[in-house]
Structures are given as structure tokens and as C-alpha cells.
């Protein structure tokens, strides 16, 4: 029997176990998929409903009226049945009750979700006047069965008060979804989305829907049905996946969507649901932009004629050439040719982004519509107006959005295309690629005085990450694509070459501060060889703070910055020619030395905890700073962490280096920690107990992988998506003095400990250590070095990464 067949024979089918089986074998089949599916599941819930409607004696004056979702016909395999029960009153309330249980009971004993209600037709005015999401679902009202005219009659006066009251209620409901783009999120950036609640979801095209049908203003229909379909076919995949009435994209169910969609991976999905979310939030504001000058020009124009007695003309503000301001928008001025002025996109862009305004729809259009692309190398005016628009600040990205939903970012810059929508599966990122760049460029407008040139640090901050999306390394990528971009945009070859610098290396100063001893003098000496010049060095301090602050608040902080500072400081003082300093002549701070003397005498552990609070930004973490000193012997770097971690203490940051003592003290050195931590919950530990249980954990009374594991027994943690394996490298030319050996894994309670453990069962001495953690992902770097202080052979290198990997599966 084919779905067509079920859907006929359950006419007038009041059975429930008939219905079920039509329902299930619908859902099963391939036949049908996104809107026939949905139109055909509609349709069998219609005529089910209207078989149990007319099953039992019938009742005058009654009707039976989807709304909402169900009113829409957009039923997904989980969806809630929106129905109202109308009646005009004259039926005794006994038995419209009785015509209410012979609805609502089959559909309760069938497991689905009901959302009913029963209402004599001046209820349901008074019901939705009082409650928007109420006269929301109205909208959508859809007879079933009994009626009509009652029916019809309802959802006349429903949409007539509904014109009536819009300016007081369009304003209610854009605060409605102000709110809940508050509390759900962008769509179009979250790796985990709730398809209908967050800002560019199916909320807000119902919503979309609703101004539309005020008649007072109307979203731009390019692209939105399309967009709705999409997130639409998404629901009913993850429904059928799941078994769920769910609207949560969850992480450990993308795959199997997208594979149910027919589509290449779980990034392909993503993309595609960014876009479709981009379209609808793009639609949402040029569409309560435009409620917004509809209802200011009604409550402007009686006062004009009242003093002008006539219709006064809006005034247009000269911008730019052919760009004025037209009621608060930008727009084309009237003598404007787009057909003509191929630098007219740029200039109509950069003025809106100056200027703080938004750039007309239509303006936007007609330059989509009738510009000219631009030759090959771009004019000069061209390529200053592009960096104006960059540099314009926040403004900047709600015009570069404007350019994008009508395709003019990618016929400006055709290798866009590649990163537009690309989800960039890290917890630490907030954006999609796309919309990182552009905030990098917002982050480096905040900078441009900093430095010598601020127009290679604006197309630097757009262009960093343009070779994601490709195989291999994205830096070395994006440097070939940076090289042939900035040469189309018209700057010359010594530019040219500094910006696909600043691209290859966007990510060595962070990468080289956190995790590199910057005492080692080949630290210093590699990064000055990989900038060449002050000039870029400049620069990239710039890009690394503007990239660092547009992924997210765990990528940069005050301590970041310091390290960051520092380097730079080392390396422009060798571009100089100043000397780079011998690492036995590191300063160190009176606190530190005080601890080291200490340990020294005491020939124990000696730690301090303050609170971390001097030089803090707002955006710093929250913990306290740990200095630990211990007389070096082996075992330190695992004792500590396993402390730590017994103590339910997260690490954020740890610094591990080998002090020598002064000669006037004693032979021997000291090994001296310094730790950023924070309670996982609750108030820290006094710093005597730490040391207590520091003290038997060197000298063995304490078995902390022992606790460890009983604790984790006793209390398993919740597990969600697999986080993909650790991974331990050796990084090839770190250090003339010691063997570095990369770790990147998922952070966990006892991470640090574990690799410790795992570095003193090979015997290697860690001589200093850069430990860090960005949001769930732990980035660590240990300098090591044999028993007799050299680096390690690569067969001996090569063993300890086996060991470390092996403690970290």
C-alpha cells in the first residue's frame, strides 16, 4: 500500500490503532519527505480528528480549529496538536464536555503531545487581546470540522483586531523576541542550536509572519520560505533520529541527521542551518527596522501637516557620492548609477558604517542588481573605502551582513565563499568563521593606534582565518590565499607580502607565549627570524590581541596579554640588536626568591595561595594564584597537579622552571610552580592543608592516583559528546636546551597529574612547563630533558610521547 493509499483509507477512520498505523506507516516510508510529508501528515491528523469529531451525536453550533504549527500544516514526526474546541454558546456544557473528552482522550492514549483548549468565540477575543502568544497561534487558526462559519467567523475578528491593535502589539512582540534572542542565542553561531527558540529560528519566521499579516509592514521574501523549509526538514530528521519531541541540534545526533538528510557530514548540516538562520535573522531586521519607521511617521505626520498644512517631504542627507541618508537609512541617491560607479558598493557601505546607520534593503538590491564588478587590481578608491568600512568599528558588522544576503561579499571577495557559515567546532570560539574575522576586524579598529599601518591590520584581521575550509594547515593555506587577495585589492608587493606574513603567523605569538619557555634564547631567536622586521612584529602584537579577543572570552586575558607583551618586548629588543639575555640571569620577583630560600633551609614544599585580583579585566577567570616551591627531586610536577585535583582545584594556568641557587646559598636548585586555580565548587583550601597533603604526597604516604580513581567511582561524571583523542607531538626546533613535547586533550579533573606521571615513568626531567586551558581544551608544553640535562634522542622522544599517550586514553 503506498502513503497515498494509507492517507485516502483513513478518511473518516475514528479508530485510534487505524490512525497510529496510517501514521507510523507515513512516517516510515521514503516516498515523501519535507512539505508533502508534513502536508500528508496534516491532512491524516485532519481527517482522523474529524472522524472522532463526528463520532457520537452531533452537537450544533460547535467547531473543531487547528492553530499555531498544526494550523500552519507543519506537523513534524513529534510536534504538539494545537487545537481549539469553538462552540457559540448555546450547547449545554455537559455535553460540549463530552464532545472535548471524545477528542482530547484518543490523542492523550496515542502518547502525543495536545495543546487544547475550549472557548465560545468572544472568549477566544478576550483570550488573545490578553495574551499575545495566544492571538499568535490564532493567526494561523485552520478549520477541521463542524462550523465553518463559526470558524470563519473567529478568524476573521481575530485578524481584524489584530490590524487594529498592531502598533501597541507589534512593539510587544518584538520585545517578546528580544527576550528570547537573549536567553537561546544566534542560531546561526551556536554548535548545539534549538531550531525553533533561538534568534533566527522558527520563532521568529512565525513571527515574520505575524507583522506580515498586520499589514503594516513585510519581510523581504528573497530566500525566507526556503530558509523556513530547511530548518523544518532538520526538525522532522532529528525527530525520527531521536524519538523525541525535541528542537535541540544536539552534538551526538548531528551525523545521523545529516546523514538522514542526505547530506555529506554534520558540517554540511551546520552550514546549512546557519544560513537558513541568517536569511531569517537578516529578514527579522529590515523587518522591524521598517515597523519602526512605519509607526514613527504615523505619529510624526499629523503633527507636520499641523504645522506645515501639507505633506512634507523626508530629507535626505548627503553621505558620500551617490549615498544619502533617507529616514534614518542609508540609500542611493537619486542620481546615483550603480551601472556606471563600480566603487559604489564600497562607498555606500563605508558611509553606512561611519555613519552608525543601517543600508536600505533596497539599496542594497539595486546595487546587487546593476553593479559593476570591480577590475583587477581594485582602484585605489576602492581598496580605502573597504578598509574604511573595516575600521569603522561595531557598525561595521551589521553592514557587512547586509552585503552578504545579497551576494555582494563574495563577488567582492570570492574566497568567502569557503568560510561563510563554517561552524568551528571549539567550545572557545563564539563565531562562525565567517563572522570571527569579522569581529577580529571590529576587535582591530579598537587598535589601528597602535600601530604604523592600520590599513594592514584591518585586512589582516578580515583575512587571518581565510584558509579554514581547506586541507591542511589553515595558516599556511590562508597565507597563499592572503597573498593573492590583498594583489586583487590593489596594494603593492611589499604590502602584499607583509599581509600573507601576518597570516602565516597570526597564531605564533599566543601559541609562543603560552607554551614556549621565554627564557630559552631560541624561543626568542625563532620568532624574530618567522616576523623579520619591527614593522610586523607590530603588527601581528595588534592581530594577535584582536583575534584573541574576537573568539571569546577564554582566548585572552590580562596574564595572556603580559605573556604576550613580554615576547614581543624579547623580540623586538633582538630585532634592535640588543643581545638576547643568558637564561641563568632571569629575574625573578622578591616573592618568589623568599619561597625558593625557604624550600631551600626547610628542604620541603613551600606554597603561598592570593587571590587573583591586581590587573584583572572583567573578562579575567575567576581563581587565585598558587606558588608552590620544592627542592627539585622527581615526582614534583605529578605530586602537585594530583593535589590540586584531590582538592577539586581547576587549573587555568601553570608554570613550572628549574631556579638555580645563588652560589653564596648552596649547590641545588629548587623547582618553582606557579599556578592560576579555581574551586570546581566551593570555598579553596587553606594553604596548610594543601602542604600537608603536598608533603606525604612526595614522600609516598599519600596514594593520590589511589583517591583519585575511589573519588571518580564513587561520583562518575556525566559524559556528553566524545571529545576526540589527545594528541602529544614533539615540537620540532623548540629549544636548543631541552626536548618540548606538545599535549592538546580535553581538560578533566587529574589531566595534569596523569601526564606528569607519565613523564617520571620514563625518566625525563621536566626542567619548566606552560600549562593552559581554553574553555575544555587543555594546550600544555613540557621542556624535558635527560638525567645528564641534554635533549632527548629522537628514539627517547619519541618513547615518551607513546608514554603519554597511553596515561591519556
Known amino acids: 500500500m503506498t502513503t497515498t493509499d494509507t492517507v485516502t483509507e483513513s478518511q473518516g477512520d475514528a479508530n485510534p490503532s487505524g490512525y497510529a498505523a496510517a501514521r507510523l506507516r507515513l512516517l516510515q516510508g521514503e516516498e515523501r519527505s519535507g512539505p508533502p510529508r508534513r502536508a500528508a501528515l496534516a491532512q491524516l491528523t485532519d481527517e482522523w480528528l474529524a472522524g472522532l469529531f463526528a463520532g457520537g451525536a452531533p452537537l450544533k453550533g460547535t467547531a473543531l480549529v487547528a492553530v499555531g504549527g498544526y494550523g500552519r500544516g507543519e506537523l513534524s514526526p513529534r510536534s504538539d496538536l494545537d487545537l481549539l474546541l469553538l462552540h457559540d454558546g448555546s450547547a449545554d456544557a455537559g455535553a460540549i464536555a463530552s464532545l472535548a473528552d471524545r477528542i482530547w482522550y484518543p490523542v492523550w492514549d496515542l502518547g502525543l503531545a495536545l495543546d487544547h483548549s475550549v472557548r465560545t468565540a468572544g472568549e477566544v477575543r478576550k483570550t488573545a487581546g490578553e495574551d499575545l502568544k495566544v492571538q499568535l497561534g490564532l493567526l494561523d487558526a ?46 546561526q553561531y551556536l554548535l548545539e542550536p534549538d531550531l525553533k527558540e533561538a534568534r533566527g529560528g522558527l520563532r521568529d519566521a512565525t513571527a515574520l509572519r505575524a507583522v506580515a499579516a498586520s499589514w503594516l509592514a513585510d519581510a523581504p521574501r ?82 507636520l501637516r499641523a504645522m506645515l498644512g501639507s505633506k512634507a517631504a523626508p530629507e535626505r542627507t548627503p553621505l558620500a557620492e551617490g549615498v544619502v541618508e533617507l529616514d534614518g537609512e542609508v540609500v542611493l541617491a537619486r542620481v546615483a548609477r550603480p551601472d556606471r560607479d563600480p566603487v559604489l558598493p564600497l562607498r555606500a557601505a563605508a558611509a553606512a558604517a561611519q555613519a552608525g546607520l543601517p543600508l536600505s534593503l533596497h539599496a542594497v538590491r539595486a546595487l546587487a542588481g546593476a553593479a559593476r564588478p570591480l577590475p583587477a587590481p581594485w582602484p585605489a578608491e576602492a581598496r580605502e573605502q573597504f578598509v574604511t568600512l573595516l575600521g569603522a568599528g561595531r557598525p561595521t558588522v551589521a553592514v557587512w551582513e547586509a552585503l552578504e544576503a545579497e551576494g555582494l561579499i563574495t563577488r567582492l571577495l570570492p574566497d568567502w565563499e569557503r568560510v561563510r557559515c563554517r561552524p568551528q567546532r571549539n567550545a572557545v570560539h563564539t563565531w562562525t568563521v565567517d563572522r570571527h574575522l569579522v569581529e577580529a576586524a571590529v576587535q582591530a579598529s579598537e587598535l589601528t593606534r597602535r600601530v604604523h599601518r592600520p590599513d594592514l591590520l584591518l585586512v589582516a584581521a578580515l583575512l587571518h582565518d ?22 586583487r585589492i590593489g596594494f603593492d608587493r611589499g604590502d602584499v607580502e607583509v599581509l600573507s606574513t601576518l597570516v602565516r603567523h597570526h597564531l605564533l605569538l599566543i601559541d609562543t607565549a603560552t607554551r614556549r619557555d621565554l627564557d630559552d634564547p631560541a624561543t626568542i631567536r625563532s620568532v624574530a627570524e618567522a616576523v623579520g622586521s619591527a614593522g610586523v612584529l607590530e603588527l601581528l602584537h595588534a592581530l594577535t590581541e584582536a583575534d584573541a579577543l574576537a573568539t571569546g572570552p577564554a582566548a585572552w586575558s590580562t596574564w595572556r596579554g603580559s605573556l604576550v607583551a613580554d615576547l614581543v618586548k624579547r623580540v623586538g629588543a633582538l630585532l634592535a640588536g640588543d643581545p638576547v639575555p643568558d637564561p641563568s640571569q632571569v629575574e625573578y620577583t622578591v616573592e618568589q626568591e623568599r619561597l625558593a630560600l625557604e624550600a631551600f633551609r626547610t628542604a620541603g614544599p613551600v606554597l603561598t595561595l592570593r587571590a587573583q585580583t591586581e590587573g584583572a579585566g572583567a573578562d579575567e577567570p575567576v581563581g587565585v594564584e598558587l606558588l ?145 586551558t581554553l574553555g575544555s581544551n587543555a594546550v600544555d608544553a613540557f621542556y624535558v630533558t635527560g638525567p645528564e640535562g641534554a635533549p632527548l634522542a629522537a628514539e627517547d622522544a619519541a618513547e615518551v610521547v607513546r608514554s603519554v599517550e597511553g596515561a591519556l586514553r
Open 142 to 187: 485552520r478549520h477541521i470540522a463542524g462550523d465553518l462559519g463559526l470558524t470563519a467567523g473567529v478568524r476573521t475578528s481575530v485578524l481584524a483586531d489584530w490590524r487594529n491593535q498592531a502598533p501597541r502589539r507589534l512593539g510587544e512582540l518584538q520585545e517578546l523576541c528580544g527576550e528570547r534572542a537573549e536567553r537561546q542565542g544566534e542560531l
Open 222 to 303: 528573497a530566500g525566507l520560505d526556503e530558509a523556513r523549509r530547511r530548518l523544518l526538514d532538520v526538525r522532522d530528521a532529528l525527530h525520527l533520529v531521536t524519538g523525541r519531541a525535541t528542537d535541540r541540534l544536539a552534538l551526538q545526533e548531528q551525523d545521523q541527521v545529516a546523514a538522514s538528510l542526505g547530506l555529506l557530514d554534520a558540517d554540511t548540516l551546520l552550514r546549512q542551518v546557519y544560513e537558513a538562520a541568517r536569511t531569517i535573522s537578516y529578514a527579522s531586521d529590515v523587518t522591524w527596522r521598517e515597523v519602526g519607521r512605519v509607526l514613527r511617521s504615523r505619529k510624526a505626520k499629523p503633527r
Open 466 to 487: 581565510i584558509g579554514k575550509g581547506w586541507p591542511g594547515d589553515h595558516s599556511e593555506a590562508g597565507e597563499v590565499i592572503a597573498r593573492d587577495v590583498a594583489a
Open 628 to 772: 608552590v616551591a620544592v627542592p627539585d627531586q622527581p615526582g614534583v610536577l605529578p605530586a602537585v597537579a594530583g593535589v590540586l585535583a584531590m582538592h577539586r582545584l581547576t587549573v587555568r594556568t601553570a608554570d613550572l622552571r628549574a631556579v638555580s641557587l645563588p652560589d653564596d646559598v648552596g649547590p641545588g636548585s629548587v623547582l618553582l610552580l606557579q599556578w592560576r586555580v579555581a574551586a570546581e565548587y566551593g570555598s579553596l583550601p587553606e594553604a596548610a592543608r594543601l602542604r600537608a597533603d603536598l608533603v606525604r604526597a612526595l614522600d609516598g604516604s599519600l596514594d593520590i592516583a589511589a583517591r583519585l580513581a575511589e573519588r571518580d567511582a564513587a561520583y562518575p561524571r556525566r559524559r556528553g559528546a566524545v571529545a576526540p583523542p589527545a594528541r602529544v607531538s614533539v615540537a620540532p626546533a623548540g629549544s636548543r636546551l631541552a626536548t618540548v613535547i606538545e599535549v592538546r586533550a580535553q581538560d578533566a579533573p587529574g589531566l595534569l597529574h596523569r601526564i606528569g606521571r607519565a613523564l617520571e615513568s620514563v625518566g625525563v626531567m621536566v626542567r619548566s612547563a606552560h600549562v593552559s
